[in-house]
Every structure is written in C-alpha cells, then in structure tokens.
C-alpha cells in the first residue's frame, strides 16, 4: 500500500542573521494524523523553523512544500501562502487573542478571516467552546480567564478554519499541571479525529505522550529523528540511578561508578546509567544517607545526553 503524501515537507532549510547560521540544512515531514515534537534548547532554531514554515520569515535556502498530492503537485511557502494558511491552524508562544472582545467574539472575527458567515459561525463557535471546556466562559473576556483558559481558548481559535494540520509553538507553557494535562487531552482528541500536528516543546513528558516522532534540534542542525522509545534505545542506556544528597557528588569519581556505563553529575545530583542496575543498587546500600531513584531512562535524559547539560540562555 503507498504511504499518503506528507501534508508538510521541508527541505534543507537554511537562515541566517547577521552572519550567524541559526537554521541549518533541517529537513523534516509530517505525514496525515500525525504528530512531530521538535524539541531543543533555547536557541536551538526551533522558533525560526516554525516562523519559515508559516512564511513569517523567508528562508535564505530550502524548500517548504505542503498538503502534498498523489501527482506530486503541491503548495509551496511563500509563493501559495494565502492558500496554505487557509488550511493551517496555529497557535504561537504568546497569546494574541483581542482583549476587546468576549471568548465567543474572538471565535466570530477570526471566522470572518476565513470568510465564514456568521450563520456558519454560529453553528461552530459553540462546538469550539464545548471543545475548549470554555462554554460557560463564552461572554468573558480574555483578561478574565486563567493561563489554561487563554491556551484553550487560542487552540479553538486555531480550528475556526477546520485545519489540515496545526503548528503549535510551546503551547502549554507557563501552565500549571492541572491546565497542562486538559491541553494534553484536547490535543490528543484532535489527533484521534485525524488532525495533523507540529509541536515544538520543552516539556519531555509532553513530546513522549502527544508525539509519534521526534526531531531533536541544536545549534540549527537536526542531531535526531524517529520514535521517542526508538531514540531512547538508540542512545541510551536503559535504566538510571540519581543519587542525590550530602556526599553524593564525590561518588561519580568513586568506585562505584564501575558498576555504571556511563556517569553525569549535575548539581548535587549524580546520574549513573547502566544496563543493569543490581550491582549498583546493592552497592549504595552501603551510602544509607543518600537517597537513590531507580527509574527507566526517559526523554530527559535523551534530551540532555544529545543537547548538553549547560543552561541556554534565550536567543
């Protein structure tokens, strides 16, 4: 059976300000009822990527091809931009909902930009409330919602047009858990009724719970691509000890550490990865005042053995 043409497909992307190279030679596709995470540091060129996917900034190279046919035709960025964006949905880092306006009306003047009637509207725009768990908010306005409120009420925003795919830059961050997991599971309906999404996050739980695949990008280059418990079996070893507590960090140069593949320090705390733990677990027994987790490895550590353990600042 011939796998559907990707409804995004990117190539070679490249851009650069002020001779530094921040986008460089990222290639990526999203195929229909999938999500993609693309996941790195600040900095790492997640936001320019996403910028010159909806053709806010215009790629110095590369080649930006979506909602691809069976004849190989497709819409391309920048030249089909109108006709792109009427089949997108977005929602960036910060909200941009009009302050003037109730939960509802936002819903309504963003339908207009589509060209949806207020028939049609009227129609929809309970549906997106019911969605967004916001229809006993449908008269507020947005300075009376909470941060999960905003984010919710920007997603519905983002399906007035009833999009093909969905491009979400960070959207749950600066929630609070509770606000996060119903966004999560908003999220994850969308992909059960077929939508198709981009992602870009800092949360590891969320790319391992929302995303099919994954693109690890640093220093504008992808470093990584595939399924998140591929990538982690690919990199890493499959079980971690975090010793953590007075006169843990000398253990990391200790005799103990044989009983590790591979051993971090970050901190207080010291990471010991191995492919058995028993021997290590029994030799702690000796340290009964430091405190020990023993847990499979995850996407954190993933993240952090690709991307380093140093603090990034913004840019």
Known sequence: MTAAPPLLDVRDLAKSYGGERVVNGVSFAIAPGECLGVIGPNGAGKTTTIRMCLGLTAPDTGRIRYFARGDGTALEMPRDGLAIKARLGVVSQFDSLDPDFSCAENLYVFGRYFGLTRTRMADRVPQLLDFAALAHKAAAR?????GGMKRRLSLARALVNNPDLLLLDEPTTGLDPQARHLMWERLQRLLAEGKSILLTTHFMDEAERLCQRLLVIDHGRKIAEGRPRELIAQHLEPEVVEVYGQGAPPLADAPLAAHANRVERSGETVFFY?????????????????????RPANLEDLFLKLTGRQIREDG
């Open 142 to 146: 947005p300075n009376e919602l909470s």
């Open 274 to 294: 191995t492919r058995d733990a028993r021997p290590l677990m029994q030799a702690l027994e000796a340290h009964p005042q430091l405190r020990t987790l023993h």
